[in-house]
Structures are given as C-alpha cells and as structure tokens.
C-alpha cells in the first residue's frame, strides 16, 4: 500500500478508484467499501484510493469536545488498511482553513485536479464540502463535467452489514469486546509503551507491565478485568489479564491505570512496545478491604482466564 501524507502535488495513481472517509475502525462496513473498490479498480487496471483526514475533523472543528474516543490510533488505522488490500491511502491534514472548500472546490481541486479520480464510490448517505452540500444528487450532476463515474453504496448494501464506529464504540463502552470483535471482524486492540509504575503488582505476585497509550482521544474499554493477548514488538505473544481501572484497594489517588500481566512471561519490558487485543470482559472493578483479599480474586480471575483460553483456543 502507498501512503500520502498530503497532496503537495498530483499524484500519478493509474485510473484511481476513490472513496472518502474516516474509516475509524475499519469495521465490515469499511471492508466491503475497501472490496468494491478494489474490483472496480481491477476492471479497468486501476487501483484503489481512500481519501482520508487526519485529525479527526471533530478534534478539529470542535477542540472543547472531549466526548469523541477513537476506535484506532492512525498507525492502527493505517496497518487494518493494509490488511485488507487497499491500494492507496491519502492522508489528508484537516484544518479549520480546509473545511471550508465548497463541494465544487473539493471535487475539482482535490479529487480532479491532485488525484485524477476516473470513478468515486460513495455512500448513499455522505455529504463533503462547506455545510456539507455535497452529496450524491451533486456528484452525479458534475461527474460528465470532470469525466469520472459515481457509484453509489445503497442503503440496502450498507443497512445489511448492520454496523457502525458508533455502534462498535458503545458496546466497547460496556465492555463487551467481544460484540466489537464480530463488527471489526478482528479484536479490539490498543498499543502502548511500558513505563515504570510502582511495582505493586509485583508485591501482588503478579508484575504488570503499565502501559502508557500517549494518544489522548484512544478510546479505552470500561474500567475491568478483561482476558487479552500480547505481542511483544520482537513479535512474541503471551496470554495475559488486563486490568483497567483506578486500583481503587490501594490507590488514594485512583488514577487510571492500564496494567497488564503476561502469563508465563520472565524479563524486563520497560521501554517495549506492546499490542494488547481484547479477547473477553472477566469481572467488573471491585474495591476489596485489604490486599490480601485482593491477592485471592486475583488469583481466582488467573484460573478463570487461562480456563478460558484453554477451552477456547486449544
């Protein structure tokens, strides 16, 4: 896959086949887009092209509103892409300044002039441009104009696969990662650096590694236990607990912690990237009246975790 950062100059993308979007997630909705271009474009010997933003045009246009978490990072979104054959990524840098081209402006400067679009895959329900004014009805009326085809995704196409970022974002919300599984069609993950905690877990007798996620708009699972699966950035993978919550039996200060134990695992991860996948929610965050009780569940959720695996993924 080729990646643009930008469009400082026209690019040369042999009969390009585009759609446009966010993609956050890139759930089964996502990839059926991602499949339909990729036939379109093996018609013609062409390849396909995702038009895409970064940052989020919410994060942008709305910076007070800290209410939007993402599905995936960029890096995460990027790599799914890539997974799933498309061809062609153009990140696209929102700004304020951007979001103020007219529809007329997008299609002829951008999707004409830079990209050199042949046919445009589309939503029966998307709208681009200033106020969003641009839409199906305008393609269709421009497209003789600047020589490309319009295709449209009907509702029915789009209604049959039966999910969405949001509905995908709510049920992680709830914890029920595996829901999200079944509309990514892959496991909910997120990816962070290990850093230094207070090594309580260790005195538990159980050591966790504290990640540290560094993007502020990554969307976390509800505070909990959770059955995971680790890779090492050498590409070694463990099977671990993940518990997410502020550690309310020995934390005054009940910040939220992300820390998680790989089963079986001896060595130093400080520094080490890890990617956590989220397999199945195991208890909800519980405040216990002294470590000795919290050592006993702790104990109890490793039986019921590696129970889990072994029952389900012998």
Do not use: C, W
């Amino acid at each position: 896959m080729k990646i643009f950062e930008g469009l400082q100059a026209s690019l040369s993308i042999p009969y390009p086949v585009v759609t446009i979007g966010t993609f956050d997630g890139v759930h089964v909705g996502h990839q059926k887009i991602i499949q339909r271009l990729n036939q379109e474009a093996k018609k013609y010997g062409g390849e396909s092209v995702l038009f895409t933003f970064h940052p989020h045009p919410r994060l942008v246009l709305n910076p007070s509103d800290t209410s939007l978490k993402l599905l995936q990072t960029q890096t995460e979104k990027t790599k799914k892409l890539q997974e799933f054959g498309l061809q062609n990524l153009i990140i696209y840098p929102f700004s304020k300044e951007f979001s103020q081209l007219n529809a007329q402006e997008f299609v002829r400067d951008i999707l004409v002039e830079k990209i050199g679009v042949k046919t445009l895959v589309i939503g029966y329900d998307h709208h681009f441009g200033k106020n969003r004014e641009g839409g199906l009805d305008f393609l269709r009326s421009v497209s003789d104009t600047y020589g490309f085809d319009v295709i449209e995704i009907s509702a029915q196409e789009i209604n049959d696969v039966n999910v969405s970022s949001t509905k995908i974002r709510r049920a992680i919300d709830a914890g029920e990662v595996d829901l999200a599984k079944n509309y990514l069609s892959d496991y909910f993950e997120i990816n962070g650096t290990v850093i230094k905690g207070e090594q309580i877990g260790r005195e538990l007798g159980f050591p966790t590694a504290n990640l540290d996620l560094k993007n502020p708009n990554k969307l976390i699972p509800k505070n909990g236990v959770y059955a995971v699966d680790v890779t090492l950035a050498s590409g070694e993978r463990h099977k671990g607990m993940m518990n997410i919550g502020s550690r309310p039996t020995i934390d005054l200060e009940r910040k939220l912690q992300l820390e998680v134990y790989l089963m079986d695992f001896q060595g130093d991860l400080y520094g080490t990237e890890l990617t956590v996948r989220f397999y199945t929610f195991v208890r909800e965050e519980i405040a216990f009246n002294s470590k000795e009780e919290l050592i006993q569940q702790i104990k109890k959720d490793d039986t019921t975790v590696r129970s889990y695996f072994n029952s389900v993924y012998k």
